[in-house]
């Protein structure tokens, strides 16, 4: 690709190549905060964050014929100057891509739907089994090992020197 010096380009450019990066280091911070129906709810961690805006690929779950749903689960860090807000998620195999997260209701864990997630700047979203995760809803196909899914993510900063809105587009693999 092309390098640009434009920043918000270099952003783009940086989280669709790191997209090819296998998820193995844990040297980043993952402070995110949960917004759902007036409900907020903050979640700490204790590492630094890198110095280049990505994402980190992990995968999507593979599914069988008659499964309608799939779910997604990766790392993007957020390292610009500047705090985003996922705001929406798309995806090439369905119509209906959705951040969830999971909650623990007494001893039960229950799933529901996130409006947006904030992820600060330095700090990483990580999407994973049992927390905070993609569901790709309505999959009129199977996701077959191997296959390359798409997964763009919608972004939206506070900030007057950043762009209103950003896409992250991200292949992840089936497994």
């Not at 896409?167 to 089936?174: C, G, R, S, V, Y």
Request: proline share 3%; net charge negative.
């Amino acid at each position: 690709m092309k390098h640009q010096h434009n920043g918000w380009i270099r952003l783009l450019i940086a989280a669709s190549l790191s997209a090819l990066v296998a998820c193995s280091d844990s040297s980043h911070s993952d402070h995110h905060d949960h917004h759902n129906h007036g409900n907020e709810h903050h979640h700490e961690h204790e590492h630094e964050g890198s110095n280049d805006q990505h994402n980190k690929v992990s995968y999507v779950k593979a599914t069988i014929p008659g499964m309608s749903a799939s779910s997604a689960y990766f790392e993007w860090c957020n390292t610009s100057m500047n705090d985003y807000r996922i705001t929406g998620v798309s995806s090439d195999v369905t119509a209906k891509a959705e951040l969830h997260t999971m909650d623990m209701s007494g001893e039960t864990m229950i799933m529901r739907q996130l409006e947006e997630l904030l992820v600060k700047a330095g700090h990483c979203a990580i999407f994973q089994s049992g927390s905070d995760h993609i569901m790709l809803l309505d999959l009129a196909e199977p996701i077959i090992p191997g296959q390359t899914v798409l997964i763009t993510l919608q972004l939206a900063a506070d900030s007057e020197d950043a762009p209103d809105t950003l896409e992250i587009p991200m292949e992840l693999i089936a497994k």
